[in-house]
Each structure stands twice: as C-alpha cells, then as structure tokens.
C-alpha cells in the first residue's frame, strides 16, 4: 500500500513551487525572543511532551542569520522594540513572525507609556496568538497554520504579483473606525 500504487504508471506532476513550500515549511528555524511568561511556554512546547521537532522544528536558533521564524513571546518594551527590528532585519527572507500572547499582540494589561501595544508597529506580524499565556498547544497550532501560509507562497513574479494586490488591497480597505457591525 505504497505511494506507487496509488499513482497511474508512476507519473507524479506538481510545480516548482508546491515542491519549493514542501520543503521551505519542514525545515522551518524559530528565532527566539522570549520576553516575559509567554517564553516558559514557548520553551514546554519544544520540551519532550509536546516536542515540536516532528515538524522540522528541533532547535531554537540564537542567531538570527539562521532562523526564519521569529516567536516574539511576551511584552515588549519601548528599549526592546530596536533590539527586536534589528535581529529581525539580520533575518534572511523570507521571513515569518508570530506574535505570541496577548501582550505582544497588543500590549495586554500594559496599557501605558513604557509598553509597545503591539509588536505590529515594529515588525510585520503573520500570526497572532492570543492567550495569557498561550497554552503550548495553540503555539502548535500557529505554526501548523504559518506553514500552511508557508506552503502556498508563491514564488517569483507571481509573488510580486501577489503582494502588490495585497497592498492594493489594504489600501482600499475601509478603515476600521468606519466600519459598521456589532460593535456600533
């Protein structure tokens, strides 16, 4: 019950690019930036109980050149934030960020001069992670969910293509004060 049999006279057809996401979301290297509690929790998740070296995840990687997912766990601090852009400057690209907890998503409890209220006015953020703290699960789920935006990235041209629509887009977009649903 192999994969031969499953395909017609052994033919496999794919792209460049599906072969390109296969292989870009299992060898996938997190930079750490733990900050506050939500780091004990990123460190349990790469312990052996939930141990997220099945997804190509073994190591937590202290030099930015080598990683190209940074897990900003925690709250960050006015001090910290041109601490935090440039090791994420020193990553090679692509690069992904996942803002993990609610402080980091946007600034939490904190709500005063000294915390930044939202890691999103620093870097660009692909996944937020709610929770205070994050269970380790959910940091698994949100890796799981950044490979699939890993997966079908698209390559090349048709990457530029990509983003100039998503630009377009967001510039086009209501603004949120404006918008009208529950909230109004």
């Known amino acids: 019950m192999g994969l031969e049999e499953k395909l017609p006279s052994g033919v496999l057809l794919t792209t460049v690019e599906a072969v390109a996401g296969y292989a870009r979301k299992g060898s996938l290297w997190p930079a750490t930036f733990g900050l506050a509690c939500c780091a004990i929790e990123m460190m349990a998740t790469g312990a052996p109980r939930y141990d997220l070296a099945r997804f190509g995840m073994e190591v937590f990687r202290a030099s930015p050149r080598q990683a190209d997912l940074m897990i900003v766990a925690g709250r960050v601090s006015q001090k910290m934030a041109p601490v935090l852009r440039q090791i994420y400057d020193q990553m090679p690209n692509p690069k992904w ?72 887009a967001a510039m086009t977009a209501v603004p949120s004060e404006q918008m009208k649903g529950l909230m109004r």
């Open 97 to 168: 960020v996942l803002a993990m907890g609610v402080c980091s998503s946007s600034g939490g409890m904190f709500n005063n001069y000294a915390i930044v209220q939202g890691v999103d006015h620093v870097v660009p953020v692909d996944m937020y992670l709610p929770g205070c703290p994050p269970r380790p699960e959910m940091l698994i789920d949100a890796i799981l969910k950044i490979h699939d935006q890993i997966q079908h990235t698209k390559l090349g041209a048709n990457r530029e293509r990509e983003v100039v629509e998503l630009e377009t």
